[in-house]
């Protein structure tokens, strides 16, 4: 398909004249075009939801979460990948991007490298994927040649693979096994795909990897049980996890968490199946870090 046909690539009449507008009426504009965003992910859950099976059954084997893409769509990409450690205390191997031009993307535009099969293909190569892992494809247009032959390789060489786009029938969605298409329609500023659907791509990536977490059992309830205290607001934030998770006083969980080596689920163990530090760590590891069946066990 030509990007001129695109839904993405659209004049939006609602932003017609944008630039004679006064800052209010920019806002509302955009704010009201923004607020399409999250009924547009509504409509693909189902696929999102197949996609997160697939990440967490790749992970829980020992596989690795793959995202490649072009421009912002590899930007967004690289921020969910280098965010999962911090959160999920995830080894970075684990979550990795790919994004055309490489590292020196993140900062700067090299939007010519997009076009290239070959490099996609090469960039993808390096990563080695297989069997045990899943690729995730992020282009808005699912039309990048770079995304596109990234993602064609790794499905030949085994890996599972997803497609997350904002058009239809697109050779990305039908390159991969699951297609995850967000349909934000045009942007406020014609083809500009930072906006809608750059919002769109995040939000379904934050679905992706903290739904295959979740899975995984690296989050207790809703708390973030896996936080190391490197600072003074981490050191706080695992002192009230640690309090919530065992229902007990702050003061009780300083002791605890001390006793357990400031290891967050450790002491969460430890408080909820009444052992001490070796059985906890233990059944942790039995139970892969998953904090609820390491509870279980240890009791």
């Known amino acids: 398909m030509q990007i001129h046909h ?7 009449p609602r932003s017609r004249d944008l630039d004679a507008k006064s800052s209010l009426e920019i806002v509302r504009i955009i704010n009201a075009e923004d607020a399409k965003v999250a009924g547009a992910v509504k409509r693909a859950l189902p696929q999102i939801a197949k996609a997160i099976d697939l990440v ?40 990795q991007f790919v994004i055309a031009g490489g590292t020196k993307a993140l900062a700067a535009a090299v939007e010519a490298n997009e076009d290239s099969r070959e490099l996609g293909q090469k960039e993808i190569a390096k990563r080695k994927p297989g069997k045990n892992d899943v690729v995730v494809a992020i282009a808005a247009s699912g039309r990048t040649p770079f995304t596109i032959a990234a993602v064609e390789y790794a499905r030949r060489h085994g890996a599972k693979t997803v497609a997350v786009t904002c058009n239809r029938n697109s050779m990305l969605a039908k390159a991969a096994h699951v297609a995850i298409v967000t349909e934000v329609g045009p942007e406020v500023v014609t083809g500009s795909s930072r906006m809608k659907a750059g919002t769109a791509q995040k939000l379904v990536l934050n679905m992706l990897s903290t739904g295959a977490m979740a899975r995984l ?39 605890l968490l001390r006793d357990a080596g400031d290891s967050v689920p450790v002491a969460i163990v430890m408080g909820r199946a009444k052992v001490p530090k070796n059985e906890a760590a233990r059944a942790l590891k039995t ?13």
Do not use: W
């Open 6 to 12: 695109l839904s993405t690539e659209q004049s939006n």
């Open 287 to 299: 139970a892969k870090g998953n904090v609820r069946k390491a509870i279980a066990q240890a009791r």
């Open 217 to 255: 059992g690296k989050i207790y309830g809703n708390l973030m049980v896996n936080v190391h205290l490197k600072n003074e607001k981490l050191s706080d934030r695992a002192l009230t996890i640690v309090e919530r998770a065992v229902g007990i006083e702050r003061s009780e969980a300083k002791k």
């Open 56 to 95: 967490a059954d790749a992970l829980n084997r020992g596989g690795r979460l793959i995202y490649v893409g072009a421009g912002t769509s590899g930007r967004i990409a690289a921020l969910d990948a280098a965010e999962c450690p911090p959160t999920f205390n995830t080894d970075p191997k684990t979550v």
